[in-house]
């Protein structure tokens, strides 16, 4: 076989926090990547595999490992790799035409060859009559055509994809994805290799010859799966199926927060909130409660049902676990009995029920309340739990954990909160 | 439409038509213009004529040639200062650290003030030419215009999308590429705007600083300013409506000609991913489009452009990770060094004032600081009941809004000293109070920022608030308080905030007025300024200044400032 296109060797990404341990995004992360196949980089939001791609680009340098392109290290961003972006990234000042041919005007090739070949990449690709359109005069679906023209239009030997789909709806997200699989079965694909980020575990297993599951905080390849059926493939071969089911039990089983962790003496304040709303969580339970699935339920399931990808549900899921509403089991997720109150309950019953669960479950919500009745004025500044939560977590993940926390304290009246001057209170609370 | 389809209509595309035949006479008649103008400017300032200003009615387009030619030689200066002051502020973080404060300051501080030094300084550069005192009034349209300029590139550099950005590097643009293809395009929308607020800005400047007179000289560059300074020393009425009516036609053709169609153009940068409504393209622009030699002109320019900004120039060897990790010891030692410069600078103000002047005269300067405050504040305060609800009743009638907003930045774009004479006449004839009615003037060509922008502000507020205002009868004051005065405030604050700072600029020639040998002098630190200056009195005019700048800078952050950060947090819709 030859040589590897692409090696990462233990890869490191941290982020320095003075005083304190440093955050670690991304931990010693290795990677081989061949001629010839399509490998994703599976795993929830903040598990790092964004910053991955983007260090394998050569956009950000890794804190500590190596990177090596065709034997030689990236130092920045190298010839051969080219890049589709979630957002698109299109200029719009551009047109269709020129934004393809931004980067061979990057290499200084003649304008005649320029265009000659960005007309054959937009024909490829299906866009040969919108070259001399502006981005903003398309829709999503061809935007992103656009995007993935210009990154094939310089004959990548590796195309990166960040997420290329997610901003697109289901249709449109589902056609451009079998014609790139037709294309690329058919030889018709200028590159050597696909390197893809993606959160949408079905897409994974559409696409790819091997996916790397991430596990979050920090970062890590948690397992490595070979996708074993021919292009193309049928979502509704059982086969098919059961991988998709067992990916999610493998990443519902590798969850940070089982019901021990938050037991055992780690510091109150380590513990991170993911921004899920009352709403939602209120509206997940009562789907749970009510019928088919009367207080159980599959993960896949549920989430082809609620229209839901695996970033949307699992933290969801997590977030009734730790508050003891739900449990996630072996890609299941069922209701407690607690969980089954909450649902019984009127208005005021749940809010009083969800004020329990915070002081005992939430330490962070608990500590807010108790540092209100102690002060005589019954005021306190975020700033001063966001410097502290800051000692335990990204700054991210500490604006997030205080965001929910404030909308889950003023729904449950545990306390109130003054955007204005960015402190807690008492006011409303009797 | 497909390129290769046009390919057969090339050869007719080189014949020119009618509409070129009329743009190339307006182009030969602009290059001829301008090399005679251009001749005018190396003379000697004693030669015959050469800044002798004749009140006759038909050398006014020559005066308004000349005074238009000022403009746009500042507007170049100032587009060279963006890109080079404004790119290094974005560029370098260590950089950013003194320029930027400073542009806060150079934008607050009153420019008409420094006329006397700047006059001084380009005279002693070319002695006894006609050249030196171009300069210094070029000088002073360029200091009108100059910093918010730069200011808007410098942000946007700051805020250019991430994931563009990205996109750029890893496509391996080289530096070079990526200024031309991604950083200026996206500046090119505030930058377009920008420059249209500060030329509007700048013909109050260049009227005011075609006549200086320093000390015992008073030199008069041909121009409107001039014509209109030589009218009110001669008492000559007709010919001051004549210099209004010229100047009318003037910013007319200017806001036509160049800046209509620059910005339709500039639309097409605005960084926006839905496409929205476009209004039409204005007449120029279509005439440009539909001659045939002037586009394929254009074309050749656009091409050589976009070849200049593709040039694969690179001043390091090719893209690299950026790492901005200064040691600690050499910010430390960057830092110190700032610091020195300031207080250095201070020191040398101090000693050059202190050598003349002592204590009671800061506190005469602080006094009468305080005296044109309170006109600015209470200017600020009528201008505001007379155009939010105007601007408002504008703003919510489209059809309205749409024939307003042009005419009140047309007004802005007005030097509104032009009418200070008609002023004087009144307050003269009805021997009015001096110290209330010159006030007026201060707020003559500024208010209509506020107008524009509450007409802006209005138009913009969403449909479905007004509805669910109407259907739940909030009407009466309610109505006002609670949902249109929110809802515009970010506008308005804007506005104000240009306006007030207008105020203060037009102060030092609001405040002391001349008609013939009638001379009003109102209480105020502009009449300080503007009185030091005639004596050439050099340390009152630094003393002067720099208290007014005290005044400006303060006034800004604790009302301005708060005011703006407030109406960006809690009242922007959406």
Known sequence: MDAPLLEVFGCRQAYHKEANADLVVLDDVNLTLREGEIVALLGRSGSGKSTLLRIVSGLLSPTAGQVSWRGEPVVGPMEGIAMVFQSFALFPWLTVKENVELGLEARGVSRVEREKRAEDALDLIGLGGFASAYPKELSGGMRQRVGLARALVVYPDLLLMDEPFSALDVLTAETLRTDLIDLWAEGKLPVKSVLMVTHNIEEAVLMCDRILLFSSNPGRVASELKVPFPHPRNRLDPAFRQMVDDIYALMTRRTPTEPKAAESPVHPLAMPLQRVGINLMAGLMEALAAPPYDGRADLPALAATLHYEVDDLLPLGETLQLLRFAVLEEGDIYLTDKGRAFVQSDVDGRRVLFAETLRTHVPLANMIRQVLEERWNHRASAVRFRDELEDHMSPDYAADTLRTVIGWGRYAELFGYDEETEQFNLDDQE | ?574
């Open chain 2, 1 to 574: 439409m497909n390129t290769r389809s046009l390919a057969p209509l090339a050869a007719e595309r080189h014949i020119p038509n009618v509409w070129d035949i009329v743009a190339i006479l307006c182009v030969f008649g602009t290059l001829a213009t301008v090399t005679h103008i251009g001749r005018g400017t190396f003379v000697r300032i004693d030669a015959p004529g050469a800044t002798e200003i004749s009140l006759d009615p038909w050398r006014l387009p020559e005066y308004a040639v000349r005074t238009t030619l000022r403009m746009f030689v500042a507007l170049a200066a100032s587009l060279v200062f963006t890109f080079t002051y404004g790119t290094a502020a974005a560029k370098s973080r260590r950089a950013s650290l003194i320029l930027i404060p400073l542009l806060d300051i150079l934008q607050s501080v009153p420019i008409l003030g420094f006329l006397t030094f700047t006059v001084v300084f380009f005279m002693n550069l070319f002695p006894g030419q006609v050249l030196g005192l171009e300069l210094a009034s070029i000088f002073a349209i360029f200091t009108s215009q100059a910093w918010n300029m730069a200011f808007s590139m410098y942000q946007s550099l700051r805020t250019v999308p991430a994931d563009l950005l990205e996109a750029a590097i890893s496509f391996r643009l080289s530096p070079w590429q990526k200024f031309w293809r991604l950083e200026v395009p996206f500046a090119v929308p505030g930058l377009v705007w920008n420059t249209m607020m500060s030329m509007s800005g700048g013909w109050f400047f260049v009227v005011a600083s075609e006549a200086i007179s320093v000390g015992d000289n008073t030199w008069k560059l041909p121009g409107i300013g001039s014509y209109i300074a030589q009218a009110q020393t001669e008492r000559d009425l007709p010919a001051i409506v004549w210099a209004i009516v010229t100047m009318l036609v003037v910013i007319l053709a200017y806001d036509q000609f160049l800046f209509r169609p620059l910005v339709a153009w500039s639309a097409r940068f605005r960084f926006e991913t839905t496409s929205g409504a476009t209004a039409s393209d204005p007449w120029m622009l279509r005439l440009i489009r539909r001659t045939r030699l002037l586009r394929s002109l254009g074309d050749y320019i656009g091409r050589a452009a976009s070849a200049f900004g593709g040039l694969r120039l690179s001043f390091g060897s090719g893209p690299r990770l950026r790492r901005e990790s200064h040691s600690r010891m050499s910010s430390l030692i960057w830092g110190t060094l700032v610091c020195g410069l300031l207080v250095w600078s201070c020191w040398q103000a101090f000693t050059f004032v202190a050598a003349e002047l002592s204590w009671p005269d800061l506190g005469e300067a602080s006094l009468l600081g305080f005296v044109t405050l309170v006109r600015v504040v209470v200017l600020m305060v009528i201008a505001s009941l007379i155009w939010v609800p105007i601007g408002v009743w504008l703003g919510l009638r489209p059809a309205w809004a749409r024939r307003a907003q042009p005419l009140a930045q047309f007004l802005a774009a007005f030097p509104a000293n032009l009418f200070f004479p008609m002023f004087v006449i009144v307050i003269v004839h009805f021997g009015l109070n001096r110290d209330i009615w010159l006030t007026p003037l201060m707020v003559l060509g500024t208010q209509w920022y506020i107008l524009f922008n509450v007409v802006a502000g209005a138009a913009a507020f969403p449909g479905d608030l007004r509805e669910a205002a109407n259907s739940f009868h909030v009407g009466g004051f309610l109505w006002w308080r609670k949902v249109i005065v929110p809802g515009i405030f970010p506008y308005y604050i804007t506005g104000a905030i240009t306006a007030s700072g207008g105020c203060w600029n037009a102060a030092i020639v609001a405040e002391v007025v001349s008609w013939g040998d009638t001379r009003l002098v109102a209480h105020g630190l502009g009449a300080y300024i503007a009185e030091a200056t005639e004596r050439g009195d050099m340390a009152r005019v630094v003393l002067g200044v720099a208290v007014m700048s005290a005044f400006v800078l303060t006034f800004n952050r604790l009302l301005w400032h708060p005011l703006y950060a407030y109406a960006r947090r809690r009242l922007t819709l959406g």
